[in-house]
Each structure stands twice: as structure tokens, then as C-alpha cells.
């Protein structure tokens, strides 16, 4: 089949179906998976190779995407006035849900301890795709608004984004080697400080560039995508020499400009979300495209769902102790549990990378990442719009 007829069925088909979900109160992006797979291999197999072959390297535009509307959208105001509680929500559930699938994935699915730290690093990720969308309702709406309840989640869930992503590629790098020594150890925090390091100069540059160059806002826009692919290509450059997460660089850098040009920054956030609109629609169909539907329904899909409820439990319990000893009411840490529960975005972008590189535990890890997706992001979409008249206060 003929590329641009595939990408015609996957945008044409992913509107109407998209539209029709919202109506019936559902995330458009489950219909989005359920078109992915319906017109992938394992059932009508319509999508063109051509298309398939570059699936990766979509995926990874996406990612950069969500990081940079994540960095320009975060406010350090927020986190300052919320405190402790935000700062342990944007590490504190994913670490817990991440521990849970490392001890039981072993026990369930029969893989081993460094291939449930992968797969839990694939799940523990909250999506903002569902969740952010929302939390900004509810502050126009004034629910919640007296504790700044949407604002933690919001705070909370574009912080742990970054984390998860920062843990999978190291998890990754311990699958594909069988290795657990201090040099692989090692890597993580250097990854990180790196990453941080260069995000922080390419969000300086970026800010120089806004403030004497005299630019227009989109080439804004594409002068910051530039920058980001220059240092994805930089990481893979590095790799055999040097660890550097390229993808918190993208996001620091966002937050800079964000900080240093807020009025540059909010525009270029509104052009974010245009490209997300478009690629969200493919990210979601290419993940349902590579689901091989027949391991879905084995028996180890019906274990992986298990699983994923397994893994609920613990990040329930990781909310929890983030928001203990606070001020919110029983009913706000409820809220705030049920709103820790969706996820997408995040298991969307990354969860097929374990497959394309080959990793034996690659269909697995996809499958428990659509699977998490399919049963966390319409329930949590759910019990979000129907349960804030009965667990928030609303104000104003």
C-alpha cells in the first residue's frame, strides 16, 4: 500500500473515530490504538512498509514533543508553593509502581529482575496526554482550587515523565548487555547531571537567540526543534565514549526559555500543541499497528493484566505516602490517587523501543504497555470527570 494512503487512513480514520469517542466520553487516543491495530499486520494488514520503517523515528519526534510542552509548560512557582508533596510526587509513585512489577513480574511472567525493571519503567509513567487536559479544567472550574490540588498533579505528573524516561534508556542499556556493574550503575547519574548540564547551556543559547535575533515565533518553534534533534544526534554520537540523556537536555532546555522568555515560551507552547494534535494521532496508531494481537489474548495478556492492576496498587500506595502528613482531605487524596491512575503518552512513545532494538522481552514489553493504556486511561478518565463534584470543593 502506497505511504500516503496509509498515512490518509491513520489521520482521516483517527478524526472521525476520535470524535465519535469524545462524544461517548472516552480518550480518543484508545481509538487510536484500536485503529493501529485494526490496520496493522496481525489483523488487515493495510500500512504500508515504508511507513513501518520510520515508526521509530515518528515515535521519537513525538517524544520530543511531549518533553518540550512538558518543560514549557512547567512553573516553578507551583512546585515552591505546594512543597514537599510535589517534589515527592514526581518520583515517589513511579518508584513504588516500578518496585511492585520488579517483584512480582518475575514471579508472574517469568522474566528476569533486569527485564521487569525495564518493564516497569515502561509502565510507571502518568500521562499528561489525559491528565493535564483535565487538571487545567478543573482550575478554571475552581475545584480543588483552596489546596491546589490540579496543580500538583500537574506538577507532579510532568516531573515524572521525565524521570521514568531518564530510568527506561538506563534499564535498557542493563537488558541489552545482561550486565549489573558499577560502570552501568555508574551511568545513570552521569546521564543525568550531563543531561541537565547540556539542557541548561541549549536553553541559554535559545533564550539569546529569542532576545537579539529578533526571530518570529514559529521559527521559534523550529529552531528549537532543531537544537533538540542536534542533541539526540549528539547523544548517539557520545554513546560509546560518554552517557548523556538527551531527552532531560530537551526538557531543561524548554524550562529555561520557559523561565528567561515566558511570553516567547507561551506561544511556543500553543505551537507544541498544534504538532502534538497531529503526531499524537500517530504515535498512538503506529503503537497499535506493532501489537501483535495474538500474544495479546494469550494467556501472558492475561497475566500482563493482572500485572498492570498489581502495579495500580503500588503507585496508589507511592501517592499516598507522597501527600502523607498534608492538609488535604481524605476525599483530595483520593482525588489525587485516582488522577496518579491513566496512562498513554509516555508508554506510547517508548513502549515499542524495547521491540525495534531487538531486546527478547520487546513483544512483552509493548503488549503490557498497551494493555496498561487501554485499562488505565479510559478508567481514569472516568472516575476523574464523574467523581470532582463528590471529592473536590469547588470555589469561586
Not at 461517548?24 to 490496520?39: A, C, E, N, Q, T
Not at 507532579?156 to 521514568?164: E, L, P
Not at 506510547?348 to 522481552?361: Q, R, T
Amino acid at each position: 500500500m502506497n505511504i500516503f494512503l496509509s498515512l490518509f487512513i491513520i489521520f482521516g480514520g483517527g478524526i472521525l473515530g476520535g470524535f465519535f469517542f469524545e462524544k461517548i466520553r472516552l480518550p480518543k487516543l484508545v481509538w487510536y490504538i484500536i485503529l493501529g491495530v485494526l490496520i496493522g499486520p496481525s489483523v488487515l494488514n493495510i500500512v504500508d512498509d515504508t511507513l513501518l520503517s520510520i515508526s521509530s523515528h515518528l515515535r521519537q519526534i513525538a517524544l520530543v514533543i511531549i518533553l518540550t510542552r512538558s518543560g514549557l509548560s512547567l512553573d516553578i512557582k507551583s512546585l515552591k508553593k505546594i512543597g514537599r508533596p510535589a517534589i515527592l510526587m514526581c518520583f515517589l509513585p513511579a518508584c513504588f509502581e516500578i518496585a511492585g512489577i520488579t517483584i512480582f513480574g518475575p514471579m508472574f511472567l517469568g522474566i528476569s529482575y533486569f527485564e521487569a525493571l525495564l518493564l516497569g519503567s515502561v509502565l510507571a509513567a502518568v500521562s499528561p496526554a489525559v491528565v493535564v487536559p483535565r487538571m487545567i479544567r478543573l482550575m478554571e472550574e475552581g475545584y480543588g482550587k483552596e489546596r491546589c490540588v490540579p496543580e500538583l498533579v500537574m506538577a507532579g505528573a510532568s516531573c515524572d515523565d521525565i524521570f521514568v524516561i531518564v530510568l527506561f534508556y538506563s534499564f535498557k542499556n542493563l537488558v541489552a548487555t545482561s550486565t549489573f556493574d558499577a560502570w552501568s550503575i555508574g551511568q545513570i547519574p552521569i546521564s543525568i547531571v550531563s543531561g541537565v548540564a547540556l539542557g541548561i547551556g541549549m536553553g541559554f543559547l535559545m533564550v539569546f537567540f529569542i532576545r537579539y535575533l529578533k526571530l518570529n515565533k514559529i521559527v521559534h518553534v523550529v529552531l528549537m526543534l532543531g537544537l533538540s534533534f542536534g542533541m539526540l544526534a549528539l547523544e548517539n554520537t557520545l554513546k560509546p565514549f560518554f552517557s548523556v540523556s538527551s531527552l532531560l537536555a530537551i526538557i531543561v532546555m524548554a524550562f529555561v526559555v520557559g523561565v528567561f522568555k515566558k511570553e516567547e515560551a507561551k506561544e511556543m507552547q500553543k505551537s507544541y500543541n498544534g504538532l502534538w494534535q497531529g503526531f499524537e494521532i500517530l504515535l498512538f496508531a503506529l503503537v497499535g499497528v506493532a501489537v501483535d494481537v495474538r500474544y495479546a489474548f494469550s494467556k501472558e495478556g492475561a497475566i500482563i493484566v493482572g500485572l498492570v492492576f498489581v502495579a495500580l496498587v503500588f503507585r496508589s500506595l507511592g501517592v499516598l505516602c507522597s501527600i502523607i502528613a498534608t492538609k488535604f482531605t481524605w476525599k483530595e487524596k483520593l482525588y489525587i490517587v485516582i488522577s496518579y491512575l491513566p496512562k498513554a503518552t509516555v508508554q506510547a512513545s517508548i513502549g515499542a523501543i524495547a521491540l525495534s532494538e531487538g531486546l527478547a522481552c520487546g513483544t512483552l514489553v509493548l503488549t503490557a504497555a498497551v494493555v496498561a493504556i487501554l485499562i488505565t486511561a479510559p478508567l481514569g478518565a472516568i472516575l476523574m470527570d464523574n467523581l470532582k463534584n463528590k471529592l473536590l470543593m469547588k470555589e469561586g
